[in-house]
């Protein structure tokens, strides 16, 4: 890593645990090298958060005043991003219960509650999961029937924009595209599904049901990886599990974490990621629950890894133009197999399968109504 790369780490890691930054490594730094280490925060959606721990510096240290006037201006925008978001899942909840669907929230802005400052968390999509049988179909019916465009289907989620906000119906909670671990995870869900065991959280004043915190902290990670396998991830979604695991360690029952973990072939990879938290992101060991290795030989691969693909891997993407979505589709598959050689000893029950499964999900679209 360079010096740039280093500063950002400290200051991510400020705002997650407030651990104290090496102040003499921002003396001298010039107004090209904060706009670099602003645009690291920006690519790794850490902005807010990075952001205020810049603004937390000693006043001899901090960036030329046009960087701290953005800076600023960036946390307000995502108060009001965050306070947008809000509204519209309270105002989506209760259009969704009034019409009877049964739905629980996935990551977003139940992850938000877990920052120190849940407003300087870069807001993304609504995601919901319409568990009950039949709902899927009919959320998606609701919102054409009030007058919102589907803007894309695939086989397990439907996308529409309500007002400024992005709706994702989720038809599963998660899909691996291989039988074995659907089926482990449909045993799983059932029935926690059939005994209603949610749990609950206060949004903007709307009480919106999530997923148990043992299975929430497995969904979590298990998000991570399924990005990281295709196209990379950045820190944001990092930083989203780690804070659940530490908001919640007396909470989540460490066996039963195990048994789903262990079931979904996840122990492994969560292990090699929690290396990096600890020893890159200063995580403490206590939020994990799960024995550490000590097995740091994927720990740089993968922090390398998100520092260069950033948020869900666009960075990858960036200035790219592709004649047709097919030649898009091509340049997606050869980067992914390359990806595959290169990270697939990480996870190889879940990264080594993507090409295939990818490939298989493809054909399969050609189905979807």
């Not at 925008?77 to 978001?85: A, D, F, P």
């Not at 599963?172 to 449909?186: C, E, P, V």
């Not at 066996?255 to 020893?279: C, G």
């Amino acid at each position: 890593m360079d010096k740039i790369q280093d500063c950002f780490l400290q200051l991510l890691r400020w705002g997650l645990w407030k651990t104290p930054v090496r102040v003499e490594d921002f003396v001298g730094m010039n107004a090209t090298e904060w706009a670099l280490l602003c645009k690291i925060a920006y690519q790794q959606a850490c902005g807010g958060i990075v952001g205020d721990a810049i603004l937390s510096l000693p006043k001899e240290v901090l960036p030329p005043k046009a960087v701290v006037a953005r800076l600023m201006a960036l946390l307000y925008h995502l108060k009001q991003q965050n306070e947008i978001i809000e509204g519209r899942l309270k105002e989506i909840s209760q259009a969704y219960t009034e019409a009877g669907l049964s739905f629980l929230l996935l990551k977003g802005s139940g992850m938000a509650q877990n920052y120190p400052q849940p407003h300087l968390r870069a807001p993304g999509d609504i995601d919901l999961y319409l568990y009950k049988e039949g709902d899927y179909d009919r959320a998606n019916e609701w919102a054409v029937t009030h007058g919102y465009k589907i803007e894309y289907k695939v086989l397990y989620e439907a996308c529409y924009h309500y007002k400024e906000v992005s709706i994702e119906n989720h038809l599963f909670l998660t899909y691996f595209g291989r039988k074995k671990y659907d089926k482990a995870l449909q045993q799983i869900l059932t029935p926690i599904i059939e005994k209603r065991t949610f749990q609950k959280l206060n949004i903007a004043g709307a009480e919106i049901a999530v997923l148990p915190h043992t299975l929430n902290a497995v969904y979590l990670f298990q998000h991570i990886l399924h990005h990281f396998s295709y196209l990379g991830i950045g820190l944001r979604q990092y930083s989203d599990w780690l804070l659940f695991l530490h908001r919640y360690k007396e909470e989540i029952d460490k066996e039963q974490f195990l048994y789903y973990a262990k079931k979904l072939d996840l122990l492994r990879p969560m292990q090699h990621f929690a290396e990096v938290a600890i020893r890159y992101l200063g995580a403490p060991t206590d939020i994990f629950p799960f024995t550490l290795t000590g097995d740091s030989r994927y720990a740089l691969v993968i922090l390398k890894d998100c520092l260069k693909q950033g948020n869900f891997g666009f960075n990858e993407f960036q200035g790219k133009t592709f004649s047709s979505n097919f030649t898009r589709q091509c340049f997606f598959y050869r980067r992914m197999i390359k990806r595959m050689w290169r990270i697939g000893g990480i996870s190889p029950e879940h990264i080594v399968s993507k090409s295939w499964v990818s490939i298989l999900n493809q054909v399969k679209k050609l189905f979807i109504k």
